[in-house]
């Protein structure tokens, strides 16, 4: 298939990003695991000894930040629809978290304990309609928190990317009614164009 110029413009950016080139010299599996190493470097989120939950783990940055920064005490549940290649210290689910029997799996693996860290970067196929692309975005998003309202610790955290259109406003509205404190990320490694941004939950809030 003949490429044209916008996806040149994007191979020719990707080559000489400097995350790309640093991910592939330091071994991690995408420039993403930067993202969440600043992030986790100024709010202290992954702990040995925890239980973490990766939503939309592949291909694996991320996963592999929290195992390496975990080394090897605790738990790094990581969860997606497509495939992904075996991580050391990291047990992966294959599925599509939309589905129940999907959670289900993801449940029974919990067996019970609750995640001191729930991570989503999940994103959706894009369709090139953007209403209907932001709209499936927060859908995830709010996915996401309805599982920290059950299997999140106390005084957890959960992560997740969202992208800065309609629903926004409302999911960070709610994001304030579950967690004692929101606040927003933008880390280096997330490109200026981006309209992604983390919003980072901390301490469930009582009588959920």
């Given at each position: ?32 695991a ?39 005490k ?86 997740v ?12 509205r ?10 927003t ?24």
């Open positions: 298939m003949k490429r044209t110029r916008t996806s040149k413009a994007w191979m020719r950016e990707h080559v000489t990003d400097p995350y790309v080139r640093r991910a592939r010299a330091e071994g991690y599996r995408s420039r993403a930067y993202k969440l190493m600043e992030i986790d470097d100024r709010d202290r989120l992954i702990r040995p000894g925890g239980t973490v939950v990766d939503l939309g783990a592949a291909p694996g940055g991320w996963s592999q930040v929290a195992a390496r920064r975990m080394n090897g605790g738990r790094v549940l990581a969860l997606d629809l497509l495939e992904m290649d075996g991580l050391a210290g990291v047990e992966f689910i294959q599925g599509d978290f939309r589905e129940a029997s999907v959670l289900d799996r993801l449940e029974d693996r919990l067996a019970g304990a609750r995640a001191g860290l729930v991570l989503s970067d999940m994103a959706p196929s894009m369709s090139g309609v953007p209403a209907s692309d932001q709209a499936r975005i927060m859908d995830l998003a709010g996915l996401g928190l309805d599982f920290c309202r059950r299997w999140l610790e106390p005084e957890g955290a959960f992560l990317k969202v992208f800065q259109g309609h629903g926004y406003d409302d999911f960070v709610e994001m304030r009614s579950v967690f004692s404190r929101v606040a990320r933008k880390p280096e490694a997330s490109r200026d164009r981006s309209a992604e941004i983390y919003l980072l939950g901390r301490s469930l809030k009582r009588g959920l």
